[in-house]
Each structure stands twice: as structure tokens, then as C-alpha cells.
């Protein structure tokens, strides 16, 4: 199979039989991650946390909203933006600590991310099933708690990898040109907008509203379209997002990752 190929049988997978993926199998798909992986500066500034145990693959899994997806897969891993061993080099080295600040952080968590996505593009390739975790984001204080990271050690995104229990169908996406824009950007009026969502609030809405108990989720939310029902308080309420957010912000300026030359304005 043609790497093109591979790429159009992602699916997210949230249901995980209770076939273990040994430690050996995560260290060759984590070296060959890292090597197919650029890394800005080539710092490597990735640390990747495993959850087994029981006990605290139950805290995640409070963390992370006690999503299916977390209780089922047999392992955890925690992708985290990591300056702590990097700056301890420097340190080491007698050289300065230039990246103690929001530049850095965005430095080590696109590292992580990119080693997220490689990885799991390999895991697929070896017929594993991944989940992404984007709750990571909203309790990233309490992970970094619970996976004892240092203090810039700061956890980016978080995935669930199990053997497949399901094979689900493909899930839309945005039309290429919607998103592709030559030489400049393009802004669509009204009515592109709405041609270029027409297909997801089409099998979006109807992938939730085909089900039975999404039906009177939607009901009870008063949602008349997919936008809606997003934006309500069983989704991504805005509760639930600028919380989230808070916490994010809060959490990065408790971190050595803030020093942007502005302390006095920090709060
Ligand atoms: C950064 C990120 C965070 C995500 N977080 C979650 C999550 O918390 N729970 C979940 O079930 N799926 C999560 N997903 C998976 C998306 O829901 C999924 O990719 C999307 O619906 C498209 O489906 P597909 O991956 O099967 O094509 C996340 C995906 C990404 C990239």
C-alpha cells in the first residue's frame, strides 16, 4: 500500500480490544517516529510519558473527561513540549537559557505535536488504532500532576493507542477548495461559506441526529444545525472552553516558559 493510500484509512479509533501493545512495539514506532520527524533546531524537545497502570490511567481518565476512548485503550501516551532537559543542557554547557519564554513553549509543542502526528501515522501503519486526546489541553496542570512532569515539561497532546475494536466510517472533511488559497488569501462571502460547510452540517448533523440518543441530545440542547450543537453545553460550551483556556494560561505562567520581558504586566 502507497503511503497516499495509508493517509485515506485514518479513522479515529475509540474502541480498543484488550490485546496489550508491548513496550518493545512503542519504542521501534517511537524511534522510527523520531527519526521521520523534523525538530526545530533539532532540539528534540519532546518527552513522551506511557500510562499503563491502572490507577493512573484512572486519573487520566477523569482528566481527560472520562472519555471511552481512555478507560478502553490498553496505553496512554502523553506527547509533552519538553525545554526541561534542554535547559539543563545549556546550563550544563554554560550557555544561556534563550527559550524561557512563549517562543520556546510554542517551539516544544509544535516538536511534540509533529512527533504526535508521526507517531501515529506510524502506529496506523502497523494496523494499531489511534484517539487523540485534545482534553489534554484543558487539564494540563492536573496531567503534569499526575505524570509527575518538571516544571517546563508541559504536556501538549495525548493519545489513545489500542489493537481496533471497530471500524468506523470515514469522517468528512472541508472540501480542498475551501482551504487552499493560490499566492493570496481568498475571503469567501456568505454564501461560500455556507457551500464550503454545506457537506459536514449535512453528515455531520446527520451522523449525530441518526442516533437515537444523540437525536434527543440535540433536542435537549435546542441545536437546529451542527454549528449550534457544537457551540451548546454537551460539546464545547463556552463554560467549558474559556475555563479550559484560563487553566491553559495560568498553568504556562506558573511555568518557566513565560519570561517574555513584560513580567511586570504577567499576572
Ligand atoms: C488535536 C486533536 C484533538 C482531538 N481530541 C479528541 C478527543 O478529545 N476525543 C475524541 O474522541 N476525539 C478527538 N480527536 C479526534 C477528532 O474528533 C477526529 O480526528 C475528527 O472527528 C475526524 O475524524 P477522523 O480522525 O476519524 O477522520 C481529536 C483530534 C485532534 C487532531
Same mark, same amino acid.
Given at each position: 500500500?502507497?503511503?497516499?493510500?495509508?493517509?485515506?484509512?485514518?479513522? /479515529?479509533?475509540?474502541?480498543?480490544?484488550?490485546?496489550?501493545?508491548?513496550?518493545?512495539?512503542?519504542?521501534?514506532?517511537?524511534?522510527?517516529?523520531?527519526?521521520?520527524?523534523?525538530?526545530?533546531?533539532?532540539?528534540?524537545?519532546? /518527552?513522551?510519558?506511557?500510562?499503563?497502570?491502572?490507577?493512573?490511567?484512572?486519573?487520566?481518565?477523569?482528566?481527560?473527561?472520562?472519555?471511552? +476512548?481512555?478507560? #478502553?485503550?490498553?496505553?496512554?501516551?502523553?506527547?509533552?513540549?519538553?525545554?526541561?532537559?534542554?535547559?539543563?543542557?545549556?546550563?550544563? /554547557?554554560?550557555?544561556?537559557?534563550?527559550?524561557?519564554?512563549?517562543?520556546?513553549?510554542?517551539? +516544544? !509543542?509544535? %516538536?511534540?505535536?509533529?512527533?504526535?502526528?508521526?507517531?501515529?501515522?506510524?502506529?496506523?501503519? #502497523?494496523?494499531?488504532?489511534?484517539?487523540?486526546?485534545?482534553?489534554?489541553?484543558?487539564?494540563?496542570?492536573?496531567?503534569? #500532576?499526575?505524570?509527575?512532569?518538571?516544571?517546563?515539561?508541559?504536556?501538549?497532546?495525548?493519545?489513545?493507542?489500542?489493537?481496533?475494536?471497530?471500524?468506523?466510517?470515514?469522517?468528512?472533511?472541508?472540501?480542498?477548495?475551501?482551504?487552499?488559497?493560490? *499566492?493570496?488569501?481568498?475571503?469567501?462571502? %456568505?454564501?461560500?461559506?455556507?457551500?464550503?460547510?454545506? #457537506?459536514? *452540517?449535512?453528515?455531520?448533523?446527520?451522523?449525530?441526529?441518526?442516533?437515537?440518543?444523540?437525536?434527543?441530545?440535540?433536542?435537549?440542547?435546542?441545536? +437546529?444545525?451542527?454549528?449550534?450543537?457544537?457551540?451548546?453545553?454537551?460539546?464545547?460550551?463556552? *463554560?467549558?472552553?474559556?475555563?479550559?483556556?484560563?487553566?491553559?494560561?495560568?498553568?504556562?505562567?506558573?511555568?518557566?516558559?513565560?519570561?517574555?520581558?513584560? *513580567? !511586570?504586566?504577567?499576572?
Amino acid at each position: 500500500m502507497s503511503f497516499i493510500e495509508q493517509l485515506a484509512l485514518h479513522r /479515529s479509533i475509540r474502541h480498543f480490544t484488550d490485546e496489550d501493545v508491548p513496550t518493545p512495539v512503542i519504542e521501534r514506532l517511537l524511534a522510527a517516529a523520531m527519526r521521520g520527524s523534523p525538530s526545530s533546531g533539532n532540539f528534540n524537545a519532546y /518527552s513522551v510519558v506511557l500510562t499503563r497502570d491502572s490507577e493512573r490511567k484512572r486519573r487520566l481518565w477523569e482528566l481527560h473527561r472520562r472519555q471511552g +476512548a481512555v478507560a #478502553e485503550a490498553p496505553l496512554l501516551l502523553t506527547f509533552c513540549a519538553d525545554f526541561h532537559r534542554f535547559r539543563r543542557w545549556l546550563r550544563l /554547557s554554560g550557555a544561556p537559557d534563550n527559550f524561557d519564554n512563549f517562543l520556546g513553549f510554542l517551539v +516544544a !509543542e509544535i %516538536d511534540a505535536i509533529i512527533l504526535a502526528q508521526t507517531f501515529a501515522l506510524a502506529a496506523e501503519a #502497523e494496523g494499531l488504532g489511534i484517539c487523540y486526546l485534545g482534553t489534554t489541553l484543558e487539564a494540563t496542570r492536573e496531567i503534569a #500532576e499526575a505524570l509527575s512532569l518538571p516544571k517546563t515539561v508541559f504536556p501538549a497532546i495525548a493519545l489513545a493507542l489500542g489493537h481496533p475494536a471497530e471500524a468506523p466510517a470515514a469522517r468528512d472533511r472541508l472540501p480542498l477548495s475551501g482551504i487552499l488559497h493560490e *499566492e493570496r488569501y481568498v475571503e469567501q462571502d %456568505d454564501a461560500g461559506i455556507a457551500a464550503i460547510y454545506a #457537506e459536514k *452540517e449535512r453528515r455531520g448533523f446527520e451522523r449525530y441526529a441518526g442516533e437515537a440518543s444523540r437525536a434527543s441530545l440535540l433536542q435537549a440542547t435546542g441545536s +437546529a444545525n451542527l454549528a449550534q450543537f457544537y457551540m451548546s453545553e454537551l460539546k464545547y460550551s463556552p *463554560e467549558r472552553i474559556r475555563l479550559g483556556a484560563r487553566s491553559l494560561l495560568d498553568h504556562l505562567y506558573e511555568t518557566d516558559f513565560m519570561n517574555n520581558g513584560d *513580567e !511586570e504586566t504577567n499576572p
